[in-house]
Structure formats: C-alpha cells, structure tokens
C-alpha cells in the first residue's frame, strides 16, 4: 500500500469525527482515548503515526459506547458542517459512505454482485443480499461506475470487517466492464393511465405513487407472489424496501427469490438500514435512467421510518431529519412533478401509521388510497 505523505495523513486524521477518531487512536495504541479531547486525540494519533504503533495499549479498552451512537441525526453532526442549514439526501449519502481502512492482510477471492455508490471522491460496492463494503480503485471509479450500477466484481478481503477491495469488475449494468460506457436515456412521454394491477383487492395504477392499507401482514397472503410473478412476466423491475422486517416476512421474501430485495431483518441498527435503503433508492433511480420499468414497494412505511429513528419522538410523534429526507426521496422517484417516470410506487402501512402526523400530512396525502 502506498505510503501517505505526512500532510496527507494530517488532512486524513482532521476530517474524522471523535468517535472514528478514538477507534483510531485505539488502533494505534494511544491509552485512555475516551478522556482526550478531539483536538488532542489528532495530535497524539499523527504522533503515534510516526512513533509506530504502541502494542502494550493497543485495543486493551474499547471504552464505553455513546448512548445516542445509532441516532442518525446525532452521527450527522459529526459530519455535515454545523453551518449547514437543511440537511440533504446527498449529505446522507457521503455521511453512510465509508473510508478505505488503513491496514490490509492478504485474503481469499471472492465474487459479488452489488449496487455501487459513489459519494465525493469515493467509490464502493455493496452486495444486495449482505452488509460487505467493497472499495473501487481509481482504474474504475467515477469514469465507470455511477449511483445504483448493477455491478459483478471480484474481492479480496482485507479484513476481518467485511471489508473487501476490488481487483477487477466483470459486468456493469449486465454489459462488459471493459466496453460499458455511462449511458443518459430519455425518460419518455408521462405513463400515468388507469393501467393497473391488483395488489389483493387494491387497484394499484402503473406510474403513480399509490398507498396501500393492510389489514394483514405480507406473510399472510399471497399478494407480494401475485406481483412478483407479474413482473417476471412483463419485465417489469420489482425493488423491495423495508428496515427491521419480521422473520416470516424475510422467509418470504426469500422463498420468492426476490432478485432486488433491500430489506433488512429485525434489530438492525439504524446505519445498516440508512445504508441498504439508500442501496435500494440509488438502484431504482439508476434502473431508471437505464430505461426500465421500475415497480417499488415499501413493505411497511412507518416500520422503515421508526428503523431509520431509533430515537423516534414518541410523545410528539417526531421523526428524524434523516427518516424525513428518506421518505421525501422515496416519493420522488414516482410521479414526480416536472416529468413523469417509469416507475410505480407502492407504500403499504398499517392502521397506526394514520396516528403518525408526518405520514398522513406528507406521504399518505400525495398517493392515490386504495
């Protein structure tokens, strides 16, 4: 690995939050990081850079969590400047974005499919049915790769973080990696038309944002296999949403072999959920461009949100920045307001999500009910 100059490392170090920031300093040796402040914590980490790293100190104490660490507004803070009024989904985006580690050890090859994500200068793969990070070199980054890239690469692990970097890619978007060429399609005249499908007895119109009140859970029906097998038929692109999904849920969603499916099981932490749902916007998004139909369900609208919480206000029904920003890019894939796009929406939520004043007045109010 290439060494870092001493002014690169310095720049490197000072744009970490404290938390990162005390994980290195552990990496590195320093004792007691949790007491030092941040400003002393980056002089005693480039001072262990060039002392070497301290093996007596070295991860003795991992020291005691902050009790708000999967608050997603509280971990923006760290990252998005303090200046900075409103918060964006492209702030989102850099802040779920890793950083390439430091250290790597030889390990096996290993093939993935993955959506890729491209935030500032940094570029990443993450496979649809799993947590791992895969880092792309400059030989391909922003030249090639783009946000929601449908993308075959082969890995090597670099440690033991489910942490990967790429050695080569095989496919983008289903064509060659070496031939593939950013393609900009025309999203064509509006679709929106009484053509519909019916999800159970809910009519559900191609090319709207449409939301859907269960009275039973997806598990308990045979609606999600009815639209599965339609798409399969028509060619249609099926994307899954969901965060903290129950265990019957995923068995179906397994048992379907839902090609597309970025949900997540139950008591996933708030980071992990930002970061596949995010996967999920940027593939639709990108499918999109690609010239596709895109069908988007949501399995449970106010279960995604309360998942991208954790510290969901409950006495005042408050929802995170971030939830709100999420939601907000959701419905912006579908009828959108200056174009229309080949993309149908479909919320479903359940009968204490119209006690939620957020998904009543700025959800639920611009879908079609059915």
Same mark, same amino acid.
């Not at 070295?58 to 507004?73: A, F, I």
């Not at 950013?182 to 005249?189: C, V």
């Given at each position: 690995?290439?060494?870092?100059?001493?002014?690169?490392?310095?720049?490197?170090?000072?744009?970490?939050?404290?938390?990162?920031?005390?994980?290195?300093?552990?990496?590195?040796?320093? =004792?007691?990081?949790?007491?030092?402040?941040?400003?002393?914590?980056?002089?005693?980490?480039?001072?262990?850079?060039?002392?070497?790293?301290?093996?007596?100190?070295?991860?003795?104490?991992?020291?005691? =969590?902050?009790?708000?660490?999967?608050?997603?507004? !509280?971990?923006?803070?760290?990252?998005?400047?303090?200046?900075?009024?409103?918060?964006?989904?492209?702030?989102?985006?850099?802040?779920?974005?890793?950083?390439? =580690?430091?250290?790597?050890?030889?390990?096996?090859?290993?093939?993935?499919?993955?959506?890729?994500?491209?935030?500032?200068?940094?570029?990443?793969?993450?496979?649809?049915?799993?947590?791992?990070?895969?880092?792309?070199?400059?030989?391909?980054?922003?030249?090639?790769?783009?946000?929601?890239?449908?993308?075959?690469?082969?890995?090597?692990?670099?440690?033991?973080?489910?942490?990967?970097?790429?050695?080569?890619?095989?496919?983008?978007?289903?064509?060659?990696?070496?031939?593939?060429?950013?393609?900009?399609?025309?999203?064509?005249?509006?679709?929106?038309?009484?053509?519909?499908?019916?999800?159970?007895?809910?009519?559900?119109?191609?090319?709207?944002?449409?939301?859907?009140?269960?009275?039973?859970?997806?598990?308990?029906?045979?609606?999600?296999?009815?639209?599965?097998?339609?798409?399969?038929?028509?060619?249609?692109?099926?994307?899954?949403?969901?965060?903290?999904?129950?265990? !019957?849920?995923?068995?179906?969603?397994?048992?379907?072999?839902?090609?597309?499916?970025?949900?997540? =099981?139950?008591?996933?932490?708030?980071?992990?959920?930002?970061?596949?749902?995010?996967?999920?916007?940027?593939?639709?998004?990108?499918?999109?461009?690609?010239?596709?139909?895109?069908?988007?369900?949501?399995?449970?609208?106010?279960?995604?949100?309360?998942?991208?919480?954790?510290?969901?206000?409950? !006495?005042?029904? !408050?929802?995170?920045?971030?939830?709100?920003?999420?939601?907000?890019?959701?419905?912006?894939?579908?009828?959108?307001?200056?174009?229309?796009?080949?993309?149908?929406?479909?919320?479903?939520?359940?009968?204490?999500?119209?006690?939620?004043?957020?998904?009543?007045?700025?959800?639920?109010?611009?879908?079609?009910?059915?």
């Amino acid at each position: 690995m290439t060494e870092l100059r001493d002014e690169q490392r310095q720049v490197l170090v000072q744009r970490l939050g404290v938390f990162e920031l005390r994980g290195l300093a552990r990496e590195m040796g320093v =004792p007691s990081p949790t007491t030092k402040k941040r400003d002393e914590l980056i002089d005693l980490i480039l001072q262990a850079f060039d002392k070497g790293v301290n093996q007596e100190n070295k991860n003795q104490k991992r020291g005691r =969590p902050y009790k708000k660490l999967n608050s997603l507004d !509280e971990l923006l803070c760290t990252v998005v400047d303090e200046e900075k009024e409103e918060l964006s989904y492209e702030s989102l985006l850099s802040f779920a974005q890793e950083e390439k =580690p430091f250290v790597s050890f030889a390990g096996e090859n290993v093939r993935f499919e993955g959506v890729s994500r491209v935030a500032e200068n940094k570029v990443s793969i993450r496979p649809i049915n799993g947590n791992e990070v895969i880092f792309v070199g400059d030989i391909y980054g922003k030249e090639k790769l783009e946000n929601g890239d449908l993308v075959e690469v082969t890995a090597q692990k670099i440690n033991n973080n489910d942490e990967y970097n790429a050695l080569s890619l095989s496919l983008i978007n289903g064509e060659s990696a070496v031939m593939y060429q950013k393609k900009e399609f025309d999203l064509g005249k509006e679709i929106i038309s009484d053509n519909k499908f019916y999800f159970g007895e809910s009519p559900i119109y191609f090319g709207r944002r449409n939301a859907c009140l269960l009275h039973n859970d997806l598990y308990e029906t045979d609606n999600l296999k009815k639209l599965n097998d339609l798409c399969l038929r028509n060619g249609n692109v099926l994307v899954l949403l969901g965060a903290n999904t129950s265990y !019957e849920n995923q068995i179906l969603f397994k048992n379907l072999d839902i090609k597309y499916n970025f949900t997540t =099981p139950y008591a996933t932490n708030a980071k992990l959920n930002l970061n596949k749902t995010i996967d999920g916007l940027n593939f639709a998004e990108n499918a999109l461009k690609n010239g596709r139909n895109v069908i988007v369900v949501v399995s449970d609208l106010g279960g995604l949100l309360l998942a991208l919480d954790e510290n969901f206000d409950k !006495e005042n029904r !408050e929802h995170s920045k971030a939830a709100e920003i999420i939601a907000k890019k959701i419905l912006a894939l579908a009828g959108a307001y200056d174009s229309a796009v080949s993309l149908t929406l479909l919320l479903c939520y359940s009968e204490v999500d119209k006690c939620d004043k957020f998904i009543q007045s700025d959800l639920l109010r611009v879908c079609k009910k059915c």
